[in-house]
């Protein structure tokens, strides 16, 4: 169950050095800005590489694919690279395929799953912000911001250490997700070629 909260977050989305970043002078402003621009996201549509940096292994992990998000709470993560893997969110419903097993399930089953995929959600709609279960610190440097997120609730403290969420400045995309779990293990998602507002079948999103 801790791998599909983790795969379900990573729908939601290399890091510059924490160091680099410094914290942000009108932190009010800039988080009306990040919200306002979310509001007028409709779809989103993006390649991704996922990098696991594991404690036990001394080599990464790298995964790629496809990433689809659509209005109101429609999440596709599709994995094609090194193995196929699909997670589909659709509203309160979520499925799961690896290979020829699929999963279905109810994200209001678990108050955990609710957490994470409120988390998801808020990086999206940028109310990341407003989500009690972390404390969050806005950064910035010249290229982007950063949302440093550190869990105060039971449930995000035994999943994550830290959780960082890059915005691209000016458009405020999200365009990096770096997690950091309880083992010190990190997940480094990136998301390349995002396209904005285009017209996205509901079937993508199809949970039969």
């Known amino acids: 169950m801790r791998k599909l909260f983790l795969l379900v977050l990573l729908a939601g989305i290399s890091l ?4 680099q970043y410094k914290p942000v002078a009108n932190a009010a402003g800039v988080k009306n800005q990040f919200a306002a621009a979310a509001q007028k996201i409709n779809s989103i549509t993006a390649d991704f590489t996922q990098v696991k ?12 694919g496809k990433f689809y998000f659509k209005r109101d709470n429609r999440v596709r993560m ?12 659709n509203g309160n419903k979520v499925s799961i395929k690896d290979g020829q097993k699929t999963n279905k399930m109810s ?5 955990l799953f609710q957490q994470v995929n409120q988390l998801m959600m808020d990086c999206i709609k ?18 982007s911001y950063m949302a440093a997120m550190t869990p105060v609730t039971r449930e995000m403290k035994s999943l994550f250490k ?10 405020f995309v999200v365009s990096e997700v770096q997690m950091t779990d309880t ?7 990136h ?10 079948p509901d079937a993508l999103f199809a949970i039969h």
């Open 16 to 19: 510059a050095g924490f160091a």
């Open 53 to 64: 940096s594991l404690s036990m292994l001394s080599e990464k992990l790298t995964s790629k």
């Open 78 to 89: 599709e994995y094609t690279s090194p193995y196929q893997y699909l997670m589909v969110l």
């Open 107 to 111: 994200a209001g089953s678990s108050k």
């Open 126 to 143: 940028g109310t990341v912000f407003d989500n009690p279960d972390f404390s969050v610190q806005l950064l910035e440097n010249s290229n």
């Open 162 to 171: 830290q959780v960082k969420v890059i915005m691209e400045r000016g458009s």
């Open 183 to 189: 083992k010190g293990d990190n997940t480094t998602i």
């Open 191 to 200: 998301y390349t070629a995002q396209k904005l507002n285009t017209a996205l």
